[in-house]
């Protein structure tokens, strides 16, 4: 059974970038799509985009294209979300999360253990 | 790129009571990357339906998912105390990897 640890909360001034953590273990790190999805408060579920290590590449909701970068590694199992030019808008919590990859099909799968998530409140 | 519009936005129902929450695809969807999660105040997400009608490991099943298509829908046949909380279906797969409808609220009448 994996299990992810996030990085502590964050106070982040306008403008400003945060880098959040999201390290693995009890698993096989590499072969699994992690993602990270945000939850502004009050509000649903959004996904910001996702890596798989194996591969290295990440890709991107198109909403995050250019303010958000994805990295994994896999030395020590751990993923990082980094997200720049802040706005009060990004205060949220913050999940990683992983899934199962498909290779017969290269598709993503159900998200199967989160995080315990990350709080990055954006403020002047 | 898929919309999902889940239905209700909140249900209020009592303990026992059977719920019926509601997804709508904005075009059709495989069956086989449909999920549902169950929320709770100051938690994560947690898996509870995927592939649109197979319950997660450790799920009661009181749980059901079914559809196809366009329309999805999460069953929940007797409520007990702790399944009031917030559920959020989503679409997984290929291209965008993931969507998420905007969840529904299931409270205690």
């Known amino acids: 059974q994996v299990q992810l640890v996030q990085s502590g909360a964050e106070v982040k001034k306008p403008g400003s970038s945060v880098k959040v953590s999201c390290k693995a273990s009890?698993?096989?790190?590499?072969?699994?799509?992690i993602s990270w999805v945000r939850q502004a408060p009050g509000q649903g579920l959004e996904w910001m985009g996702g890596i798989i290590p194996i591969f290295g590449t990440a890709n991107y909701a198109q909403k995050f294209q250019g303010r958000v970068t994805i990295t994994a590694d896999e030395s020590t199992s751990t993923a990082y979300m980094e997200l720049s030019s802040l706005r009060s808008e990004d205060t949220a919590v913050y999940y990683c999360?992983?899934?199962?990859?498909?290779?017969?099909?290269?598709?993503?799968?159900?998200?199967?253990?989160w995080g315990q998530g990350t709080l990055v409140t954006v403020s002047s | 790129e898929i919309v999902l519009t889940q239905s209700p936005g909140t249900l209020s129902l009592s303990p026992g009571e059977r719920a019926t929450l509601s997804c709508r695809a904005s075009?059709?969807?495989?069956?086989?990357?449909l999920a549902w999660y169950q929320q709770k105040p100051g938690q994560a997400p947690r898996l509870l339906i995927y592939g649109a009608s197979s319950r997660a490991t450790g799920i009661p099943d009181r749980f059901s998912g079914s559809g196809s298509g366009t329309d999805f829908t999460l069953t929940i046949s007797r409520l007990e105390p702790e399944d009031f909380a917030v559920y959020s279906c989503?679409?997984?797969?290929?291209?965008?990897?993931?969507?998420f409808g905007q969840g529904t609220k299931l409270e205690i009448k």
């Open positions: 999360a992983i899934g199962g990859y498909n290779w017969n099909d290269a598709s993503t799968e159900q998200m199967t253990n």
């Open positions: 989503q679409h997984y797969g290929t291209s965008p990897r993931y969507t």
């Open positions: 009890g698993g096989t790190f590499s072969s699994y799509a």
């Open positions: 075009q059709s969807v495989s069956s086989s990357y």
